[in-house]
């Protein structure tokens, strides 16, 4: 089974996530963009019980849209969120893609705000692909 290793800028936190994801999408929406200080996130949802945590960990919470709560969950030395849990996604973590530094992790299937919040100049070449918003 495959093994990756998300981790902060300074390693000290760290989540290993056995298996593939269950689903991996892009998110184009203004507090993605806040987060990851980039044009759109890039994040794979496992089972819990495929992710161990090593390290310690600050938390944010910010309710979303649709008014569900999301954890944050960073490094307290460098700031990088290394997993998030969604209220509204019982029994599923989060871990941006960034976090993995691994140019052969799958393509994303979704893209999230897609019309909305996109970056004109963003094009999400992958197939198939899902857009919503
Ligand atoms: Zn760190
Ligand atoms: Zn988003």
């Keep these: 089974m495959v093994t990756r290793r998300a981790e902060c800028s300074c390693g000290q936190l760290s989540a290993t996530c056995s298996g593939e994801p269950i689903r991996i999408s892009v998110c184009h929406c203004l507090a993605c963009k806040r987060r990851s200080g980039s044009a759109f996130s890039f994040n794979a949802r496992f089972a819990d019980g495929d992710v161990a945590i090593e390290g310690r960990a600050a938390e944010f919470t910010r309710i979303g849209d649709e008014g ?52 004109k100049w963003v094009e999400i070449r992958t197939e198939p692909l899902k857009t919503f918003g």
Excluded: K, M, N, Q
């Design 68 to 119: 569900g709560r999301v954890i944050y969950s960073f490094c307290p030395d460098c700031g990088t969120t290394v997993h998030y849990r969604i209220d509204t996604d019982p029994g599923l973590i989060a871990i941006p893609v960034g976090a993995f530094a691994d140019l052969s992790f799958p393509p994303p299937a979704f893209s999230v705000y897609h019309e909305s919040r996109r970056y």
